[in-house]
């Protein structure tokens, strides 16, 4: 444990320190900026606790009763699929290619050319196999919001009010950190250059059916989603949504983001690399960074 700890805390801010290539956030954060200030307002009058549970309770029965219909007819949507796949390619930008980085980083591959020679050692078998990934993981979690859905929707007809959204919240909650490391994983194990194209499934199924790897996987993934909630989330939005002055607002924004957001991906691969050290295909892969470390 004393070497995870330092695997994820010291290693990571030095080598973040080292290699800066988190510097693309600032870029992306300026974008969020832009799209933000020109199809979202806010009204902040309508943030209080009473006008949230009013919100609550008007929308439990839409949410409850009129939901699954309009879920339906979204997924026969040419537009839903359109923002789907542009969700896809932010993957890749923000998942996949630093992923890449991270790799040649590991492996003593990374030279001056840094970020965009990953970027192009991305190869088309590695984005099909991430997006087959993804997709799996998509089927799991609408299994499990399913469940959460019938679930929450008993309880709101028992109760009345917001108390189904809160616990069908609650239930998405409770599995949101495996989702996210699912998510990271699907990345990692794109990379990975060992192992087939359905052997890197198997170990990717593992995450959700190993007990060992799926509960540390949980303590990890939440410690991140409160981390990332707080400072890649919740400060960020609420610069770029409530400051007026935009260079006041990105610094902010930025100051939040992108060092922590930079620290928690570089914490979370060497935590991969770390919970999937006993397999052959990634301990031949980083065999030199294992050997560096005494693993």
Same mark, same amino acid.
């Given at each position: 444990m004393k070497t995870l700890f330092t695997l994820i805390g010291v290693h990571s801010v030095r080598?973040?320190?080292?290699?800066?290539?988190?510097?693309?956030?600032?870029?992306?954060l300026f974008i969020a900026d832009r799209l933000l200030k020109?199809?979202?307002?806010?009204?902040?009058?309508?943030?209080?606790?009473?006008?949230?549970?009013?919100?609550?309770?008007?929308?439990?029965?839409?949410?409850?009763?009129?939901?699954p219909a309009k879920l339906w007819s979204w997924a026969l949507s040419p537009q839903v699929w359109g923002l789907l796949a542009a969700l896809?390619?932010? =993957?890749?930008?923000?998942?996949?290619?630093?992923?890449?980085?991270?790799?040649?980083m590991?492996?003593?591959?990374?030279?001056?050319?840094?970020?965009?020679?990953?970027?192009?050692?991305?190869?088309?078998?590695?984005?099909?196999w991430d997006a087959v990934a993804v997709g799996s993981l998509v089927l799991i979690g609408l299994f499990w919001a399913g469940i959460s859905f019938t679930l929450a929707s008993f309880f709101w007809h028992a109760l009345g009010g917001a108390w189904g959204l809160l616990l069908f919240g609650?239930?998405?909650?409770?599995?949101?950190?495996?989702?996210?490391?699912?998510?990271?994983?699907?990345? =990692?194990?794109?990379?990975?250059?060992?192992g087939s194209f359905t052997r890197k499934l198997t170990l990717y199924f593992h995450l959700f059916t190993h007990w060992s790897l799926f509960w540390r996987a949980w303590v990890f993934f939440s410690l991140r989603v409160l981390l990332?909630?707080?400072?890649?989330?919740?400060?960020?939005?609420?610069?770029?949504?409530?400051?007026?002055?935009?260079?006041?607002?990105l610094l902010i924004a930025g100051v939040s983001a992108t060092p922590v957001y930079s620290l928690v991906k570089m914490a979370s691969f060497k935590f991969f690399l770390w919970l999937y050290k006993g397999y052959p295909e990634v301990a031949e892969e980083y065999a030199s960074y294992y050997q560096d470390l005494g693993l």
């Open positions: 080598e973040l320190v080292r290699y800066k290539s988190f510097f693309l956030l600032i870029f992306l020109s199809y979202v307002q806010v009204d902040k009058s309508s943030l209080g606790l009473d006008q949230l549970k009013a919100w609550g309770d008007q929308t439990a029965p839409w949410f409850f009763e009129e939901f896809f390619i932010a =993957k890749q930008v923000i998942s996949i290619w630093p992923s890449s980085d991270l790799r040649r590991h492996r003593g591959e990374r030279e001056d050319s840094g970020i965009w020679a990953s970027l192009l050692a991305l190869k088309g078998p590695q984005i099909l609650f239930l998405l909650g409770g599995v949101s950190p495996v989702i996210l490391g699912g998510l990271s994983f699907s990345s =990692k194990l794109a990379v990975l250059h060992q990332e909630g707080i400072f890649v989330g919740l400060v960020p939005a609420g610069a770029l949504l409530f400051i007026d002055p935009f260079w006041l607002r």
